[in-house]
């Protein structure tokens, strides 16, 4: 079975420009969640999808923002990039219900650079 | 507000059994603890999961006493290949009652021949 895939690996962007990531699940898994990691805050929640609703948000701006499509892949956005948005994003995802209780799978990130 | 705590980094030789403890208050009362492992360029994969007392599987065991402030994952026999980051997780609710998940800031595990 493959693994989760994220779409790019790598991506550099400069300020002020917006930027979508891509995260396709392990087949058969229904709850997408998404990661941001920086050698300074460590990993944080971004948000959790489970059948196209976003279930639980973490403390991040309004500019950034996801969506699940039927298939359960799910994409990320951020908008209007600052230099801190430099990170690593992970996308995770599990079989069902919410990733406290369950497994989850992470995929290998995709590299956001902002210049 | 949901803290974990877990040690920055630690050593320890080929074949030792290795303790990492987290503290984590604030703990929703029934979520979870689960501990992930990272190596360099890649996710963090799944190691255990836990809610109370002693959980066993094939490569650790999770120790969380009775009030779940903290835990403690234990790895029998380490070796150079268990050279990595370790970070718990769990969940809490926010000022806002909104839930989250809370990562543990990781503990670089270092093992020597």
């Known amino acids: 079975k493959a693994g989760v895939t994220q779409t790019p690996r790598y991506l550099i962007k400069t300020r002020g420009q917006q930027v979508t990531l891509s995260c396709s699940p392990i087949s058969g898994h229904r709850s997408v969640s998404w990661y941001q990691q920086t050698p300074g805050q460590g990993l944080q929640f971004l948000f959790e999808y489970f059948s196209e609703t976003q279930r639980n948000k973490g403390n991040f701006p309004g500019r950034f923002s996801g969506r699940q499509f039927s298939n359960s892949r799910s994409e990320m956005n951020v908008s209007t990039l600052e230099l801190g948005d430099s990170a690593l994003y992970l996308c995770?995802?599990?079989?069902?219900?919410?990733?406290?209780?369950?497994?989850?799978?992470f995929g290998p990130g995709t590299r956001l650079t902002v210049l | 507000l949901a803290k974990t705590t877990q040690p920055i980094s630690m050593d320890s030789y080929e074949g030792q059994e290795v303790n990492i403890t987290c503290s984590h208050n604030?703990?929703?009362?029934?979520?979870?603890i689960t501990w992930y492992q990272q190596f360099p360029s890649q996710g963090p994969r799944f190691i255990i999961q836990?809610?109370?007392?002693?959980v066993t599987n094939e490569v650790a065991s999770l120790f969380i006493p009775a009030d779940r402030k903290s835990s403690t994952l234990s790895l029998p026999r380490v070796s150079l290949s268990d050279t990595a980051v370790y970070y718990c997780?769990?969940?809490?609710?926010?000022?806002?009652?909104?839930?989250?998940?809370?990562w543990g800031a990781g503990t670089k595990l270092i093992i020597k021949p």
């Open positions: 836990g809610y109370k007392t002693k």
């Open positions: 995770a995802s599990s079989l069902s219900g919410t990733p406290r209780y369950n497994e989850q799978f």
């Open positions: 997780l769990v969940g809490a609710r926010g000022l806002d009652s909104n839930y989250q998940l809370i």
């Open positions: 604030n703990i929703a009362t029934n979520d979870y």
